[in-house]
């Protein structure tokens, strides 16, 4: 996908419309189904500019994936306080030992055979 500094030709190839540095960015988006999808933008960032941009666009990465590790973290500390719930609420079975093992009675039984046929 065209970003900054980009565009899109007729036959779908992407052009730099200035002088400058090629980044790949990826983003994320929701489409019309509601499913989140992952697309790579192509930006060009000014040779002027190109250190601040980048220090801005790698801030910016950062601050995503602080905010990811933030989200697992409480989602971990809600699975953790749900099970510690559970726990409360339904407690672990106890397993019992028998003071005497069962035995098994078996009966011999003598198969009579069917007689051989001459």
Do not use: C, H, W
């Not at 730099?16 to 790949?24: E, S, W």
């Not at 960015?25 to 040779?47: E, L, P, S």
């Not at 990811?68 to 079975?93: F, H, V």
């Amino acid at each position: 996908m065209p970003g900054e500094g980009v565009k899109r030709g007729k036959d779908d190839t992407l052009y730099a419309i200035r002088d400058g540095v090629v980044k790949f960015v990826q983003t994320r988006y929701t489409n019309f189904t509601g499913n989140k999808q992952i697309k790579q933008r192509v930006t060009v960032i000014d040779a002027d500019s190109s250190r601040s941009q980048l220090k801005k666009i790698e801030s910016d990465k950062k601050k995503i994936q602080d905010n990811l590790q933030a989200k697992e973290e409480i989602t971990l500390e809600k699975r953790s306080a749900e099970t510690d719930e559970t726990e409360i609420n339904n407690p672990k079975s106890e397993i019992i030992e028998q003071e005497q093992p069962i035995k098994m009675i078996t009966i011999n039984k003598e198969v009579k055979k069917a007689p051989k046929a001459k």
